[in-house]
Structures are given as C-alpha cells and as structure tokens.
C-alpha cells in the first residue's frame, strides 16, 4: 500500500550517460514534485506538477526534464549525467498545488555518477 | 526570500531527557509551517503541519509550537526509537516549500 514510490532506489551510472527516474503516487493528488537533497542533506525544490502542467521549475539545468503522463506519475530524465547530479532525488505529492496542504514524499533513488 | 534555519544541527540526549528543537524562519505571508521526521536511506515523514502563531500540535512523545518568528518541536521523555533527522519547512509567499537543513537527534538507551 505504498502511497508515493519511486524505481529504482539506487542508480549507479557513468559521467556522461542518460538515466531516468520514475515516481508513482497512489494517494489521488493532483500535484507532484521532485526535490534534490544533496550531501549536507539539504532538501529543495526542482520541479513540481498540477495536473499534468508544470507549475515550479527552479533554476536546474536544462539536462534534467521532467514528464507527466498522467496525475499519478511523474518522471525525472537526466541527460548528460555529471558528477554533481550525485544526490538523492525525492519524489512528493500533495492533494493541491498550495502550500497549505501537506506534502508526502517517497522513498528516494540515490544516483551515484562515477 | 523564505529561509528556515534549524539548531542545534545534531542533539544528543539520553533516554527520557526531554528538550526541545527550534525552527527560526523568515518568509512572505506564512501560509503554512511543516515538521517531517526523516531516517536513515528514507524519505521524509510528515509529523505535524502549524498554520498560525499560538497554534500546538501533539503525537506521542512530540509537540510542536509556533510563533511569528519560529516553532519548537518539543519531545517529551524521548526513547532511542524518536532518533532521527527532523526538518522543518515553510510555505509562504515564494509559492513553494522551503525546508531547513534538520536536527539530527541521537536518544541513546
């Protein structure tokens, strides 16, 4: 009964390679996020979805691009992997896009670039 | 621009100890102030969700506290299962949430 999920847990790549993340939510929300939470663990934004529609897109690199094919999914595509995309990458979802409403969030992928 | 910092970064306490962490924070119209636990290899647990200065929340062992300036999440006689990395966040004017960098609390038995 998982609520948020996320495949895989770690991904473990080479400079330079394409990976991509994919995150499920079962909880009925319309509104998905990825956060970045680096090695100090601080935790941030990098994109979030309403319904399929790009709401929040803080200043990440173009190699990384989000896709929604419907309300329950949303995915993460990294293009070009570096060194410093080497985190772990949450996936949340909450009810509506405001920041009233609570945020639930998975369980991470950890992405290693050697 | 929103910030939230978070003291101490890391609190050792011995089982049945009681303290308290705090959440400073400074944002646009505060629409919502969030405590999450988070362990180990896992993601951030939702604990408590504080909308307006005064307001108090309880779970357990926990209790969280706002003012205009900051929270506190207080825990009451903790045992070594409440150790953990707890982060506050804020939803305010900036439209997204802005988390602090979390208190690690070690509860040793």
């Known amino acids: 009964d998982t609520a948020v999920s996320q495949t895989p847990k770690y991904l473990v790549t080479q400079m330079g390679n394409d990976k991509s993340i994919k995150c499920e939510q079962n909880?009925?929300?319309?509104?998905m996020y990825w956060y970045k939470q680096d090695s100090k663990k601080f935790l941030k934004i990098m994109f979030s979805?309403?319904?399929?529609?790009?709401?929040i897109n803080e200043t990440v690199p173009n190699r990384f691009s989000p896709k929604s094919p419907d309300k329950a999914h949303l995915n993460l595509h990294i293009n070009s992997l570096e060194l410093g995309d080497s985190a772990v990458y949450f996936c949340?979802?909450?009810?509506?896009?405001?920041?009233?409403?609570?945020?639930?969030f998975g369980p991470g992928t950890r992405l290693t670039v050697l | 621009e929103d910030q939230v910092t978070q003291s101490p970064e890391a609190l050792r306490l011995q089982e049945g100890e009681s303290s308290s962490l705090n959440c400073s924070y400074t944002?646009?119209?505060?629409?919502?102030l969030f405590w999450y636990r988070q362990d180990p290899g896992k993601g951030p647990e939702f604990l408590f969700t504080?909308?307006?200065a005064g307001e108090e929340k309880e779970k357990e062992r926990l209790k969280a506290t706002l003012t205009k300036k900051e929270s506190f999440l207080h825990i009451t006689a903790p045992k070594p299962e409440d150790s953990a990395t707890y982060l506050c966040?804020?939803?305010?004017?900036?439209?997204?949430?802005?988390f602090g960098k979390g208190t690690k609390l070690t509860v040793n038995p």
């Open positions: 909880l009925g929300h319309d509104t």
């Open positions: 504080l909308y307006s």
């Open positions: 944002v646009s119209g505060l629409r919502g």
């Open positions: 979805y309403n319904n399929k529609e790009l709401i």
């Open positions: 966040a804020v939803g305010g004017g900036s439209e997204k949430l802005v």
């Open positions: 949340a979802s909450s009810h509506r896009a405001t920041y009233t409403d609570t945020q639930y």
